[in-house]
T-cell receptor, first 114, second 112 residues
Framework: DGGITQSPKYLFRKEGQNVTLSCEQN?????MYWYRQDPGQGLRLIYY???????QKGDIAEGYSVSREKKESFPLTVTSAQKNPTAFYLC?????????????FGPGTRLTVL | GDSVTQMEGPVTLSEEAFLTINCTYT??????LFWYVQYPGEGLQLLLK?????DKGSNKGFEATYRKETTSFHLEKGSVQVSDSAVYFC???????????FGSGTKLNVKP
């Protein structure tokens, strides 16, 4: 089955540690995205990538980093510079680089920093 | 700038009641419009979409019409079920900008 996988579903880390969230898609989509969702809130864009080896900052990129070495993978690193990293993180992809078609979402990773 | 505004929740309805969730947008270009649904602890699922003015998107009894004159894309369902309880997000994307804009979400609670 085609889709987007995120792992792990729940992640706990100590304050000051970097942590990497995995996102893999087998939909052959060009564009991939990372969003952050806080309780009762909408989605805020962290980073997006339209093509391999290229990515752009979204609205809240500070304290986060990404890479896009393969078309199917777009990992997100939450660094110690992110002041309030506890949140629900969603990865998405879309088939075309222009953003005209819908986004497909993964199941999310809930990160809790202790 | 481009943005989406949707009605605040929560919206609480009895089973079989009529549902409307309002969504209005501001866009500098010609947007495509979407409704997504999110069940607790899960990612977002596309519910329906419309890509040009006067298009009607529909799925699972839900429908929404792209109204350019009122810049709206209201979600409706004639008879809600308990299983429709979720958070609903309105969203838009502008061709060639490769960014999506999401509303803040509306939580729907349906009581038996």
């Amino acid at each position: 089955d085609g889709g987007i996988t995120q792992s792990p579903k729940y992640l706990f880390r100590k304050e000051g540690q970097n942590v990497t969230l995995s996102c893999e898609q087998n939909l052959n989509h060009d564009a991939m995205y990372w969003y952050r969702q806080d309780p009762g809130q909408g989605l805020r864009l962290i980073y997006y990538s339209q093509i391999v080896n290229d990515f752009q900052k979204g609205d809240i990129a500070e304290g986060y980093s990404v890479s896009r070495e393969k078309k199917e993978s777009f990992p997100l690193t939450v660094t110690s510079a992110q002041k309030n990293p506890t949140a629900f993180y969603l990865c998405a992809s879309s088939i075309d680089r222009q953003g005209k078609t819908e986004q497909f979402f993964g199941p999310g990773t809930r990160l809790t920093v202790l | 700038g481009d943005s989406v505004t949707q009605m605040e929740g929560p919206v609480t309805l009895s089973e079989e009641a009529f549902l409307t969730i309002n969504c209005t947008y501001t866009a500098t270009g010609y947007p495509s419009l979407f409704w997504y649904v999110q069940y607790p602890g899960e990612g977002l699922q596309l519910l329906l979409k419309a890509t040009k003015a006067d298009d009607k998107g529909s799925n699972k009894g839900f429908e929404a019409t792209y109204r350019k004159e009122t810049t709206s894309f209201h979600l409706e369902k004639g008879s809600v079920q308990v299983s429709d309880s979720a958070v609903y997000f309105c969203a838009l994307t502008i061709y060639n900008f490769n960014k999506f804009y999401f509303g803040s979400g509306t939580k729907l609670n349906v009581k038996p």
